[in-house]
Nanobody
């Protein structure tokens, strides 16, 4: 049974930074891709950042240049460095790990950026 354990999140002042991690446990396989989605009240869920096993990355336009995603394939762990945070980044963030047969999701962690 694969479970995702995530750290980070919380309340941050605008302009500040957060570093988050998400680890997939319970499998010896490497995830094909890992990353985060987010959803703010009244807005659609969107991809924030993802990274594939070959280290190809993809970012939402709104976070390019501010967020950086990286991973440790051997540990099935992904990291998200979030810099220059803005109030618009306030949302629930959902970590995911995609394997060949199934995608697993974390519980969701709130990030709130105050002005």
């Amino acid at each position: 049974q694969v479970q995702l354990v995530e750290s980070g999140g919380g309340l941050v002042q605008a302009g500040g930074s957060l570093r988050r991690s998400c680890a997939a446990s319970g499998t010896i396989l490497s995830a094909n891709s890992m990353g985060w989605h987010r959803q703010a009240p009244g807005k659609q869920r969107e991809l924030v950042a993802e990274i594939h096993i070959g280290d190809t990355t993809n970012y939402a336009d709104s976070v390019k240049g501010r967020f950086t995603i990286s991973r440790d394939n051997a540990k099935n762990t992904v990291f998200l460095q979030m810099n220059t945070l803005k109030p618009e980044d306030t949302a629930n963030y959902y970590c995911y790990a995609r394997f060949a047969v199934r995608t697993y999701w974390g519980q969701g962690t709130q990030v709130t950026v105050s002005s």
